[in-house]
C-alpha cells in the first residue's frame, strides 16, 4: 500500500531501538523527526525536537503533524514503575491530539515466567512479574485507545536486541563482554533457544508495516521471528565471525543475587533470569502475511556487523573457517 503521508516522529531517536528505527525509515525516504530529551539526534539530514515524555503537551507538540509515531521510549529498570504507564499515557494522547499512528516495539515480558517455548500472537500473557504486569498494562492502555479513541496502534514483539548503535543490551553486557580476552559469556544453559532481533533487520520490518498500516486493524500484533539460537549457536556464530576459537564463560549469577539484596539494578536483573532459562522462539507467520519477505540478516553475518558496532570486529577473519568472504572485506 503506498502511504501518502510519510512522516514519522520517532520517540526515543537517540535510543538503540529509535536510532535504527530513524535510520531505517530515513533510508525508506520517510520524513523522520527525531524526538529526544536534548532535542539532538547523531543521524544526518533528519528534524530535531526537544521534548520530555513525562510531559503530555511536550510530545503533543513533538508530534504535531506527524502521521506516524514510532514509540521507542524504555526507561531504564529501575524507573519502569514510575514512569512506563505515565509515557505510555502521554503517547496515546499525542497519537489522539494528532490523529497520528503508533508503532510500539514490544518484547517478551508480556508472556511473564511461565511461557512456552513458541509464542505466537495468541499466547496467553501473564503478569507473573513486574515488568510483565507493566508491559501488559501498557498494551491493554493501547488497545482501549484504538477501540474507544481509534488510536491505531501496530506492536511487533521480539527478542532480545543486538546490532545497531549504543550499547546495553545482553549482546554486549554480557555475550561479547569478554570478546577481547577469548571468551564468550553465555547468562544460561547452552542448549536452550532463545529469541534474539537483529535491530537493522526489526527496524526495516517496521517500515515495512508502517507502510501496509492503511490495510491494517486499529489494533495490530505481531511477532518478529528474529533468530531463535541456542547458546551453543550464538558461540558457533561468534567463533566464525572472530575467526578462531573462543572459550565459554559462565555468567556471575551468585554475585548478581548477593549483589542485588544491595543495588537496585542488579534485583531487576535477576528478575529477568528465567529467560535464560526457559527455551522460547518466536513465530513470523503473521507478519510474513503482511509485508511478504521479512527482513532476515543470517545470523553468521549479523553477528559479525554487532561486534563491528561495539569495535570489537577482528582483525582478520577466516574464511576457512566459515566466515563469509564478503564480511572479511
Given at each position: 500500500?503506498?502511504?501518502?503521508?510519510?512522516?514519522?516522529?520517532?520517540?526515543g531517536?537517540?535510543?538503540r531501538?529509535?536510532?535504527?528505527a530513524?535510520r531505517?525509515?530515513?533510508?525508506?525516504g520517510?520524513?523522520v523527526?527525531?524526538?529526544?530529551?536534548?532535542?539532538?539526534?547523531?543521524?544526518?539530514?533528519?528534524?530535531c525536537?526537544?521534548?520530555?515524555a513525562?510531559?503530555?503537551?511536550?510530545?503533543?507538540?513533538?508530534?504535531?503533524?506527524?502521521a506516524?509515531?514510532?514509540?521507542g521510549l524504555?526507561?531504564?529498570?529501575?524507573?519502569w514503575?514510575?514512569?512506563?504507564?505515565?509515557m505510555?499515557r502521554?503517547?496515546?494522547?499525542?497519537a489522539l491530539?494528532?490523529?497520528?499512528?503508533h508503532?510500539?516495539?514490544?518484547?517478551v515480558?508480556?508472556f511473564?515466567?511461565?511461557?512456552?517455548?513458541?509464542?505466537?500472537?495468541?499466547?496467553p500473557?501473564?503478569?507473573?512479574?513486574?515488568?510483565?504486569a507493566?508491559?501488559?498494562?501498557?498494551?491493554?492502555l493501547?488497545?482501549r485507545?484504538?477501540r474507544?479513541?481509534?488510536v491505531q496502534?501496530i506492536i511487533?514483539?521480539a527478542?532480545?536486541?543486538?546490532?545497531?548503535?549504543?550499547?546495553?543490551?545482553?549482546?554486549?553486557?554480557?555475550?561479547?563482554?569478554k570478546?577481547a580476552?577469548?571468551?564468550?559469556?553465555?547468562?544460561?544453559?547452552?542448549?536452550?533457544?532463545h529469541?534474539?532481533?537483529?535491530?537493522?533487520?526489526?527496524?526495516r520490518?517496521f517500515?515495512?508495516?508502517?507502510?501496509e498500516?492503511?490495510?491494517?486493524a486499529?489494533?495490530?500484533r505481531f511477532?518478529?521471528?528474529?533468530?531463535?539460537?541456542?547458546?551453543q549457536?550464538?558461540?558457533?556464530?561468534?567463533?566464525?565471525?572472530?575467526?578462531?576459537k573462543?572459550?565459554s564463560?559462565?555468567?556471575?549469577?551468585?554475585?548478581?543475587?548477593?549483589?542485588?539484596?544491595?543495588?537496585?539494578m542488579?534485583?531487576?536483573?535477576l528478575?529477568m533470569?528465567?529467560l535464560?532459562?526457559?527455551p522460547h522462539?518466536?513465530?513470523?507467520?503473521?507478519?510474513?502475511?503482511v509485508?511478504?519477505?521479512?527482513?532476515?540478516?543470517?545470523?553468521?553475518?549479523?553477528?559479525?556487523?554487532?561486534?563491528g558496532?561495539?569495535?570489537?570486529?577482528?582483525?582478520?577473519?577466516s574464511t576457512?573457517?566459515?566466515?563469509?568472504?564478503?564480511?572479511?572485506?
Open positions: 500500500m503506498n502511504i501518502t503521508n510519510r512522516t514519522i516522529a520517532v520517540l531517536a537517540n535510543g531501538m529509535g536510532d535504527a530513524a531505517a525509515f530515513k533510508a525508506a520517510w520524513q523527526r527525531a524526538v529526544t530529551r536534548t532535542g539532538k539526534s547523531n543521524i544526518s539530514g533528519i528534524e525536537f526537544a521534548a520530555d513525562m510531559i503530555e503537551a511536550d510530545l503533543v507538540r513533538a508530534t504535531e503533524g506527524c506516524f509515531i514510532f514509540n524504555n526507561p531504564i529498570y529501575t524507573d514503575a514510575g514512569k512506563v504507564m505515565p505510555s502521554n503517547v496515546m494522547a499525542a491530539r494528532n490523529r497520528a499512528i508503532l510500539y516495539p514490544g518484547n515480558y508480556n511473564g515466567t511461565v511461557l512456552p517455548e513458541t509464542l505466537t500472537e495468541d499466547t500473557q501473564a503478569g507473573d512479574h513486574r515488568k510483565a507493566l508491559r501488559i498494562e501498557a498494551e491493554a493501547f488497545a485507545m484504538a474507544e479513541e481509534g496502534t511487533l514483539r527478542g532480545d536486541f543486538f546490532g545497531g548503535k549504543g550499547r546495553g543490551s545482553w549482546f554486549d553486557l554480557a555475550i561479547a563482554s570478546f580476552g577469548g571468551k564468550v559469556v553465555y547468562p544460561g544453559p547452552r542448549t536452550i533457544v529469541a534474539w532481533s537483529y535491530l537493522p533487520d526489526l527496524a520490518s517500515v515495512a508495516l508502517a507502510e498500516a492503511g490495510s491494517l486499529s489494533f495490530e511477532h518478529f521471528p528474529g533468530h531463535n539460537a541456542t547458546g549457536e550464538l558461540h558457533a556464530a561468534v567463533e566464525r565471525a572472530a575467526g578462531r573462543l572459550k564463560a559462565g555468567f556471575p549469577w551468585p554475585v548478581i543475587r548477593i549483589g542485588a539484596l544491595f543495588v537496585p542488579w534485583r531487576e536483573i528478575i533470569r528465567y535464560w532459562l526457559r522462539r518466536l513465530t513470523g507467520t503473521r507478519l510474513q502475511s509485508i511478504g519477505s521479512v527482513p532476515h540478516t543470517p545470523l553468521d553475518e549479523a553477528v559479525f556487523a554487532a561486534l558496532e561495539l569495535d570489537l570486529r577482528p582483525r582478520k577473519a576457512r573457517q566459515g566466515v563469509l568472504p564478503t564480511l572479511a572485506a
